[in-house]
């Protein structure tokens, strides 16, 4: 499975961005995905996952009730719809796959990674 995120860019404070995560490969729809985050000087952390219906989804307490992840199996797509960010939101984020219908925060779950796409926000 190979991953490309996109959809990153400069935005102010209090602004929103949607990222989109494209996967390859037919069974896509049988994995678990997850977005991750890397600020600099920081290590990557964990922001949302979802699993391979989408019927769950998690967040890290840092961006719950701001950010938003979905996912559309038809189209191989997987997004994360970012609100109300933050200058703190500023970070490389990644997008990752998991052999798996579950959903986890923790890197060593998945199993493909994409690149990542920068997102920065200023104040």
């Known amino acids: 499975v190979q991953l490309q995120a996109f959809g990153g860019g400069l935005v102010q404070a209090g602004g929103s961005l949607r990222l989109s995560c494209a996967a390859s490969?037919?069974?896509?729809?049988?994995?678990?995905m997850g977005w991750f985050r890397q600020a600099p000087g920081k290590e990557r952390e964990f922001v949302a996952a979802?699993?391979?219906?989408?019927?769950?989804?998690y967040y890290a307490d840092s961006v719950k009730g701001r950010f938003t992840t979905s996912r559309d199996n038809a189209r191989n797509t997987v997004y994360l719809q970012m609100t109300s960010l933050k200058p703190e939101d500023t970070a490389v984020y990644y997008c990752?796959?998991?052999?798996?219908?579950?959903?986890?925060?923790?890197?060593?779950?998945?199993?493909?990674w994409g690149r990542g796409t920068q997102v920065t926000v200023s104040s």
């Open positions: 990752a796959a998991a052999r798996s219908r579950d959903i986890a925060s923790t890197e060593r779950f998945y199993d493909y």
């Open positions: 490969g037919r069974t896509f729809g049988t994995y678990g």
């Open positions: 979802i699993s391979w219906s989408g019927s769950s989804t």
